[in-house]
C-alpha cells in the first residue's frame, strides 16, 4: 500500500467563503507523472502552492515516504524533495547560466570565514548538467536571457533535479514553447521520471499531458474529478471533462441548430 | 540523482549547430558592463592630453588634484552601484553625508568627546539610518526612489534643525587640532607614500615649493579609500556567494527569494553600505577641511547614481560592476577639473555630465537588449 512516494490525500483550502480546492486526493509511486489538468479558474494554482508549501492546506494530509509531514514554509517542502518549477522559473535573464544554475546554492571554496564562489566547479557542473539534456551551452557565463524558452524551462528542471528534487512539480512547462521546444521538454521530463522521479505536470493541454502521463486528475472549480489510469481513459474524454463536457455538447447542438437555421 | 545513461547523451536536441554564430572575444567584452565607462575615461584622457597637455594638469600636483575629485565621488558611487545592482535607489546619499559630518563634530567640539569615539558614533548612526531605509523598502515594498526620497529631506533637516539647536549656527569649524595623535583619525586624514614624493622631489622630477618640500605631499587618503573598495566591491560580486545574491535580488526578486536568495537581508545591508559609504566620505572631508558644514554633500547622490549609470549600471537593477562606477568617478572627476585647464567655460560641467549621462543610458539600454536577445 505504501509504494506511494507521496500522497496528498482530501486535501481542501479555503479562502474566507471561497472554496479553492475540496477534497483533492493524488497519489504518485516513484518514476510516475501524474498530469493535473484544469481550466482556467479549476484551482490549479491554489493546488500547486499548497504542494510548494506556500498555502497549507486547511483539510486532508500530506504523506511523503510514509510519514505525515505538515509544511511551514516553501523551504520545508523543498527540504524534503518537493521542488516546485514555476511558470516564471525563477530565472535572472541578465544572469549567467552558471550564476542562475547555482543561485542562493553557490558551491564554496577556501578557508573559513573567506570562502569564495567557487566558480570554475559552478562552470563545470552547469555544463555538464545541460550537456546530459542535449544543451551544449559553450560559455556558461553567457547570459539566460540568450536562451530559448524550451532551454530555459529544461534549465530549471535540471537545477531542481540537481538540487535533490524527489519530487517534481512543474507548472505549466510548455505553455509558452513551440511545437518543437515543447516536446523537448516532455521528453526531458520523462527521461526525469525514468531515473527516478515522481513528477506532477500541471497544464492545461492535453495533447502536451496525453503522450507523456501515466495517470491524469482532472480538476474543475476545485474540486477532483477522478484520477485515471491511462489506459482507462482516452484524450477525447480528458479533453470533454476538462471542459466540463456538458457545456460542449450543448454547445454543439446550438451550433448545429444554428447552421440548420442559416441553411 | 542523475546518473549519466545513453539516453541522455545525444546532444541534438537544441543545438542545430549550422546555426549557431561563432563569437568572437571581442564581442564577449562588449558586452561588459563596465566597457563604456573605460572608454569614456580612455577618450577624456586622450582629450586633455590634447588640450591641456602643457598645462601642468597631468603634473604630480595635477594629478593627485584630479584623481582626489574622481576619487571621493568613486567611493559614494561604488556604494550606489552594488546598490543598484541590488535593484534599488538611495537618494539619502548627500543628506547622508551632512548628516555624519555633523555628528563627528558636535560632539568632539562640544561634548568633549575623542574624536575616535565621535567618527565610531557617525559610523553607527549611518548603521542605523541604512538599516532604517533598508527595512522601510523590504518591509513597505515601496519603491526606494519615493522612502530615500523622503529620507534626503528628513535627513537635510534634522541635520540642520539639531546643528542650529545645538551650536547656534550652520557649521562647526575646529576639527584640525583634534586630528593629531588621535588613533583613528589617521586612517581619514593622512597622504601615504609621502617617500616617494620626496624622493621625486629631491630627483627635481616633480615641482617643488619655494621652500624645497614637493608641490605634491602624498597620496591623498580619499583615493587609497577608493581603489580599495574599488577592489573589494568588484571582489565581492565576482567571487562571493553574496556577490551572487546582489545580482539575483537585483535581476528578479521574486525568482531569486523562490530559490533560498535572503533578497530582504541583501538589500538592507546594501542600503547600510551606502550610507556607510557616505560616512567615510563626510569623514574624510571633514577631517581635510577642519570643519562641518550642514550643507555638505548637497546633490551628491544624483552624481553618485549618474556615476553609476555611465559605469554601465541599469536603472532596473540586477546588471552592472563596481568597477564601471569607479569609472564613471573618475569620468566625471577628471572632466571637472580639467576643465579648469581648458578655455571653456566651467559652467559647460554640468552639460557635459547630463550628455555624459544620456549617451550611457541609451548605451546601456542598447547592451540590455543584446544580452537578453533571445535566439
Same mark, same amino acid.
Given at each position: 500500500m505504501s509504494d506511494y512516494l507521496v500522497q496528498f490525500n482530501n486535501i481542501s483550502k479555503f479562502f474566507g467563503k471561497v472554496i479553492?480546492?475540496?477534497d483533492v486526493t493524488m497519489k504518485l509511486r516513484k518514476g510516475e507523472i501524474m498530469c493535473l489538468l484544469g481550466d482556467n479558474g479549476a484551482g490549479k494554482s491554489t493546488l500547486i502552492k499548497t504542494l510548494a508549501g506556500v498555502h497549507k492546506p486547511d483539510e486532508g494530509e500530506i504523506i511523503f515516504e510514509g510519514e505525515k509531514i505538515i509544511f511551514d514554509s516553501p523551504k520545508d517542502a523543498l527540504d524534503i524533495g518537493i521542488a516546485t518549477v514555476y511558470q516564471d522559473l525563477a530565472l535572472v535573464p541578465l544572469m549567467s547560466v552558471t550564476r542562475n544554475f547555482f543561485m542562493g546554492r553557490e558551491p564554496l571554496k577556501g578557508p573559513p570565514f573567506l570562502k569564495t564562489f567557487d566558480v570554475e566547479k559552478a562552470n563545470k557542473i552547469a555544463a555538464e548538467r545541460m550537456g546530459q539534456i542535449g544543451i551544449d551551452v559553450r560559455d556558461p557565463s553567457q547570459a539566460v536571457g540568450t536562451m530559448s524558452g524550451g532551454e530555459r524551462q529544461c534549465l530549471a528542471i535540471s537545477r531542481a533535479i540537481y538540487f535533490g528534487a524527489k519530487v517534481l512539480v512543474l507548472d505549466e512547462p510548455t505553455s509558452a514553447l513551440g511545437v518543437h521546444q515543447a516536446s523537448v521538454v516532455l521528453k526531458y521530463i520523462v527521461k526525469a521520471a525514468s531515473q527516478g522521479l515522481a513528477v506532477i505536470l500541471i497544464t492545461h493541454n492535453v495533447h502536451h499531458a496525453y503522450p507523456v502521463g501515466n495517470s491524469f486528475t482532472v480538476l474543475n472549480r476545485g474540486k477532483s474529478l477522478g484520477t485515471y489510469e491511462k489506459k482507462d481513459i482516452s484524450r477525447e474524454k480528458l479533453l470533454s471533462m476538462m471542459a466540463g463536457g456538458e457545456e460542449l455538447d450543448k454547445l454543439e447542438v446550438e451550433l448545429k441548430e444554428m447552421n440548420r437555421i442559416s441553411s | 540523482m542523475f546518473t549519466k545513461s545513453k539516453s541522455i547523451k545525444n546532444k541534438t536536441d537544441f543545438n542545430q549547430d549550422e546555426r549557431l554564430k561563432k563569437v568572437s572575444n571581442l564581442k564577449i567584452l562588449l558586452n561588459r558592463p563596465e566597457l563604456g565607462a573605460l572608454g569614456g575615461a580612455i577618450l577624456v584622457f586622450i582629450f586633455f592630453g590634447i588640450v591641456a597637455g602643457d598645462t601642468g594638469m597631468f603634473s604630480a600636483y595635477g594629478i593627485l588634484n584630479f584623481l582626489d575629485v574622481s576619487a571621493n565621488l568613486g567611493i559614494i558611487a561604488i556604494a550606489a552601484a552594488m546598490l543598484m545592482i541590488g535593484g534599488e535607489f538611495d537618494l539619502s546619499i548627500g543628506s547622508m553625508i551632512g548628516f555624519a559630518g555633523i555628528c563627528i563634530a558636535i560632539p568632539a &567640539?562640544?561634548?568633549?568627546?575623542p574624536l575616535w569615539m565621535s567618527i565610531i558614533f557617525a559610523f553607527s548612526m549611518a548603521v542605523l539610518v541604512g538599516y532604517f531605509n533598508g527595512i522601510l523598502v523590504v518591509r513597505t515594498g515601496l519603491p526606494s526612489f519615493i522612502v530615500t526620497l523622503a529620507m534626503l529631506f528628513i535627513l537635510r533637516g534634522a541635520t540642520l534643525a539639531l546643528t542650529r539647536l545645538i551650536t547656534g549656527r550652520t557649521q562647526v569649524p575646529g576639527?584640525?587640532?583634534?586630528?593629531?595623535?588621535?588613533? &583613528?583619525a589617521w586612517i581619514f586624514a593622512t597622504d601615504s607614500f609621502k617617500w616617494v614624493f620626496t624622493w621625486l622631489g629631491s630627483m627635481n622630477l616633480i615641482a617643488l615649493r619655494t621652500d624645497g618640500t614637493p608641490l605634491a605631499t602624498g597620496i591623498p587618503p580619499s583615493v587609497i579609500w577608493f581603489i580599495a573598495l574599488a577592489i573589494l566591491t568588484t571582489w565581492i560580486l565576482m567571487k562571493t556567494r553574496y556577490g551572487n545574491w546582489i545580482f539575483a535580488s537585483g535581476g528578479d526578486k521574486n525568482g531569486a527569494n523562490n530559490v533560498g536568495v535572503p533578497v530582504g537581508r541583501v538589500k538592507i545591508s546594501l542600503f547600510i553600505g551606502t550610507a556607510v559609504a557616505a560616512t567615510i566620505f563626510a569623514t574624510i572631508q571633514v577631517l581635510d577641511a577642519g570643519s562641518a558644514d550642514t550643507m555638505r554633500g548637497t546633490l551628491k547622490e544624483l552624481e553618485a547614481i549618474a556615476a553609476a549609470v555611465v559605469g554601465g549600471c541599469l536603472l532596473t537593477g540586477g546588471y552592472g560592476s563596481a568597477i564601471g562606477a569607479a569609472f564613471g568617478a573618475i569620468i566625471f572627476g577628471t572632466v571637472s577639473m580639467g576643465i579648469f585647464y581648458t578655455?571653456?567655460?566651467?559652467?559647460?560641467f554640468k552639460v557635459f555630465l547630463g550628455a555624459m549621462m544620456l549617451i550611457a543610458v541609451i548605451f546601456n539600454n542598447y547592451i540590455r537588449r543584446k544580452v537578453t536577445e533571445s535566439k
Open positions: 479553492a480546492l475540496k | &567640539i562640544y561634548w568633549g568627546w576639527l584640525r587640532v583634534l586630528i593629531e595623535n588621535d588613533p &583613528i578655455d571653456v567655460d566651467t559652467d559647460w
